[in-house]
């Protein structure tokens, strides 16, 4: 994945054979952890990424952390004091997944690859499964694996296993909390923001192969692309090879007509897939095995990516970068005028909301004094938000809820063993999340949501043996952003006002104006779906153990997707998790011992 692994050796033994280390993932602090690491630690300067991690191991123990800046997960033996100690990074950069069964302890960069071991159920965590179609389900574990006896280690997280006592035992860390950003103008904010998103793309950079990445025509992926190719020409390297997928009729279609602006910006070699033809990428009877044959909850909404991903890999990358993560880091609340209108200043507020109607890529939809309106409940108390929505609900005769949706969808037997109905009709109770503070907003934000994007990238660039990097997901891009204030992040209602800024002053308005959300991935699944006849239907025994059997014969049919052929309040999205899920478990049930 990086060049300096082409030649190391794992698992690693140190010189004094106490410690063993496996590794997985990307330092990018090198320089930093040499200066800093005591003489008769420090090995050679240009040893491979496990060496320096196991050099900081034995000098820091378990400060190691605190030192270290990349993608990476890695545990370490103690032959010593016969313990175990796992890390991981604290963005979710690398996964972790470990089994603590009575017999044995074992871990994996991959859930699937510990169901190999003796005495492993293949049943399936039924709080994931129902966590798909309720919004309001918040009392479950996001970290814990799709599998029952499959956990996963919480991002920033250190995992200590004793030999002695067979007990994991954990100890969470927090990442630092920074002041937010004072900056005297714009232009002095996208100069900083500039530095920032270099050193982060110059990281993800660090590859064994031609440097490569998924481009799309949106805000995020544009400036990767443009920090990109001023990197690698300074840098006197090869231009990066951008993966894009295209409608077949790009005069009506924005996405692909942004893509041709941002391919024709500046030197690249681009590969291009055509939708719905699939012309330039895998055939339709490849694409269906892929998405059936190895069907997965959480992959299978990327389609679009596996003849990008395959196209790569037959090009010699052996990583990708992408910026799926940039609508998280940049996010700000929809009805931020709220905290205008709490300072006092309610004309200030109402421009904001006149901004938003007419610029926001997501409540464009929506009149100004709704917006206002909107803005000033969320001004208010959290309590009195709460019975505020609570009489508008009834006054509109209220909409379906999780309980409705969930005695629709799932079986008695599932509703009985998950307890729920009472669990979705009492107060929501969130299980235990990470968090990083967002200084500017003042609020935590979910680990896991900043990671959820790049968990499927993850999945599928594996399927292709390449590693998937998010750009956006960089902690020195992510504590950035929270500590720019709204008011660069947001300017009269548009959305990342501060990244389109910067893409103006690099020759690229026509990308930094768009305020469309257009996605074309959906056309892949289209064509999968709604053309074939061969769409694989689960085993009716698959569907009692979970779903109502009755909903599965109404829903389960080629023209499931269409909204109009909908007869209940369940959206196309459920439908396609729904089909995912019932292939999922199909999979892995039929080839359960």
């Given at each position: 994945?990086?060049?300096?692994?082409?030649?190391e050796?794992?698992?690693l033994?140190?010189?004094?054979?106490?410690?063993?280390?496996?590794?997985?993932?990307?330092?990018?602090?090198?320089?930093?952890?040499?200066?800093?690491?005591?003489?008769?630690?420090?090995?050679?300067?240009?040893?491979?990424?496990?060496?320096?991690?196991l050099?900081?191991?034995r000098c820091w123990?378990?400060?190691?952390p605190?030192?270290?800046?990349?993608?990476?997960?890695?545990?370490?033996?103690?032959?010593?004091?016969?313990?175990?100690t796992?890390?991981?990074?604290?963005l979710?950069?690398?996964?972790?997944y470990?089994?603590?069964?009575?017999?044995?302890?074992?871990f994996?960069?991959?859930?699937e690859?510990?169901?190999?071991l003796?005495?492993?159920?293949?049943?399936?965590?039924q709080?994931?499964?129902?966590?798909?179609?309720l919004?309001?389900?918040?009392?479950?574990?996001?970290?814990?694996?799709?599998?029952?006896?499959?956990?996963?280690?919480?991002?920033?997280?250190?995992?200590?296993f004793k030999?002695?006592?067979?007990?994991?035992?954990f100890?969470?860390?927090?990442?630092?909390?920074?002041e937010?950003?004072?900056?005297?103008?714009?232009?002095?904010?996208?100069?900083?923001?500039e530095?920032?998103?270099?050193?982060?793309?110059s990281?993800?950079?660090?590859?064994?192969?031609?440097?490569?990445?998924?481009?799309?025509?949106?805000?995020?992926?544009?400036?990767?692309?443009?920090?990109?190719?001023?990197?690698?020409?300074?840098?006197?390297?090869?231009?990066?090879?951008t993966?894009s997928?295209?409608?077949?009729?790009?005069?009506?279609?924005?996405e692909?007509?942004?893509?041709?602006?941002?391919?024709?910006?500046?030197?690249?070699?681009?590969?291009?897939?055509?939708?719905?033809?699939?012309?330039?990428?895998?055939?339709?009877?490849?694409?269906?095995k892929?998405?059936?044959?190895?069907?997965?909850?959480?992959?299978?909404?990327?389609?679009?990516?596996?003849?990008?991903?395959?196209?790569?890999?037959?090009?010699?990358?052996?990583?990708?970068?992408?910026?799926v993560?940039?609508?998280?880091v940049t996010?700000?609340p929809?009805?931020?005028?709220?905290?205008?209108?709490?300072?006092?200043?309610?004309?200030?507020?109402?421009?904001?909301s006149?901004?938003?109607?007419?610029?926001?890529t997501?409540?464009?939809?929506?009149?100004s004094?709704?917006?206002?309106?909107?803005?000033m409940?969320?001004?208010?108390?959290?309590?009195?938000?709460?019975?505020?929505r609570?009489v508008?609900?009834?006054?509109?005769?209220g909409?379906?809820?999780?309980?409705?949706?969930?005695?629709?969808?799932?079986?008695?037997?599932?509703?009985?063993?998950t307890?729920?109905?009472?669990?979705?009709?009492?107060?929501?109770q969130?299980?235990?999340?990470?968090?990083?503070?967002?200084?500017?907003?003042?609020?935590?934000?979910d680990?896991?949501w900043?990671?959820?994007?790049?968990?499927?990238?993850?999945?599928v660039a594996?399927?292709?043996?390449?590693?998937s990097?998010?750009?956006?997901?960089?902690?020195?891009?992510?504590q950035?952003?929270?500590?720019?204030?709204v008011?660069?992040?947001?300017?009269?209602?548009w959305?990342?006002s501060?990244?389109?800024?910067?893409?103006?002053?690099r020759?690229?308005?026509?990308i930094?104006?768009?305020k469309?959300k257009?996605?074309?991935?959906?056309?892949?699944?289209?064509?999968?779906?709604?053309?074939?006849a061969?769409?694989?239907?689960?085993?009716?025994?698959?569907?009692?153990?979970?779903?109502?059997?009755?909903?599965l014969s109404?829903?389960?049919?080629?023209?499931?997707?269409?909204?109009?052929?909908?007869?209940?309040?369940?959206?196309?999205?459920?439908?396609?998790?729904?089909?995912?899920?019932l292939?999922?478990?199909d999979?892995?049930?039929?080839?359960?011992?």
């Amino acid at each position: 994945e990086v060049p300096e692994a082409e030649r190391e050796a794992q698992p690693l033994t140190s010189a004094d054979g106490r410690f063993l280390i496996v590794f997985d993932g990307r330092i990018d602090n090198r320089d930093e952890i040499f200066a800093n690491l005591d003489s008769h630690f420090r090995p050679r300067s240009d040893c491979p990424d496990v060496e320096v991690v196991l050099a900081a191991h034995r000098c820091w123990g378990d400060d190691t952390p605190k030192h270290l800046l990349g993608d990476f997960a890695y545990a370490v033996w103690d032959t010593v004091t016969q313990s175990l100690t796992a890390i991981r990074d604290p963005l979710a950069g690398r996964p972790f997944y470990f089994v603590d069964h009575i017999d044995f302890f074992a871990f994996a960069s991959h859930d699937e690859a510990l169901l190999c071991l003796p005495n492993m159920s293949f049943a399936p965590n039924q709080d994931h499964l129902a966590s798909l179609f309720l919004r309001r389900l918040q009392d479950y574990d996001r970290f814990d694996s799709w599998y029952v006896n499959v956990r996963v280690l919480y991002p920033g997280s250190q995992l200590r296993f004793k030999h002695e006592s067979s007990v994991a035992e954990f100890t969470q860390r927090t990442i630092a909390c920074l002041e937010p950003f004072s900056f005297s103008s714009n232009s002095e904010a996208v100069e900083a923001f500039e530095s920032v998103l270099k050193e982060a793309v110059s990281a993800k950079l660090r590859t064994y192969g031609p440097p490569a990445m998924l481009l799309s025509g949106g805000i995020d992926s544009a400036s990767v692309v443009t920090a990109a190719r001023s990197l690698l020409a300074a840098a006197k390297r090869e231009p990066i090879r951008t993966y894009s997928a295209l409608s077949d009729d790009e005069a009506t279609c924005v996405e692909s007509q942004a893509i041709r602006v941002l391919i024709d910006a500046g030197p690249c070699s681009p590969s291009i897939v055509r939708t719905p033809s699939f012309d330039g990428g895998l055939s339709s009877e490849l694409m269906a095995k892929l998405v059936w044959d190895q069907a997965d909850p959480t992959a299978n909404s990327l389609i679009m990516l596996m003849p990008l991903f395959a196209r790569a890999t037959a090009d010699g990358c052996t990583s990708v970068l992408n910026g799926v993560g940039g609508d998280v880091v940049t996010d700000v609340p929809d009805y931020y005028p709220g905290e205008l209108i709490k300072a006092g200043r309610w004309r200030d507020a109402w421009r904001e909301s006149q901004g938003i109607a007419a610029n926001n890529t997501y409540l464009r939809h929506r009149t100004s004094s709704d917006i206002f309106l909107r803005s000033m409940l969320a001004s208010m108390p959290n309590v009195v938000q709460k019975r505020v929505r609570k009489v508008i609900e009834r006054l509109r005769g209220g909409d379906q809820s999780d309980v409705e949706v969930a005695r629709t969808i799932f079986s008695p037997d599932f509703l009985a063993q998950t307890n729920l109905l009472s669990r979705l009709s009492a107060p929501n109770q969130r299980a235990p999340r990470v968090t990083i503070f967002d200084a500017a907003l003042g609020q935590d934000v979910d680990v896991d949501w900043l990671a959820h994007g790049q968990k499927g990238y993850d999945r599928v660039a594996g399927r292709f043996g390449l590693s998937s990097r998010d750009v956006w997901s960089d902690l020195r891009l992510v504590q950035f952003y929270f500590r720019l204030p709204v008011a660069f992040r947001t300017t009269g209602g548009w959305t990342k006002s501060l990244v389109r800024e910067y893409l103006r002053t690099r020759g690229l308005p026509s990308i930094a104006d768009r305020k469309d959300k257009q996605h074309i991935g959906w056309t892949f699944y289209n064509r999968l779906v709604n053309e074939r006849a061969d769409v694989p239907t689960p085993r009716v025994w698959l569907a009692s153990a979970t779903f109502d059997p009755k909903f599965l014969s109404s829903l389960l049919r080629a023209d499931s997707l269409n909204p109009r052929a909908q007869p209940h309040a369940v959206s196309p999205e459920q439908v396609f998790w729904l089909r995912a899920t019932l292939s999922w478990l199909d999979r892995f049930r039929s080839s359960a011992p």
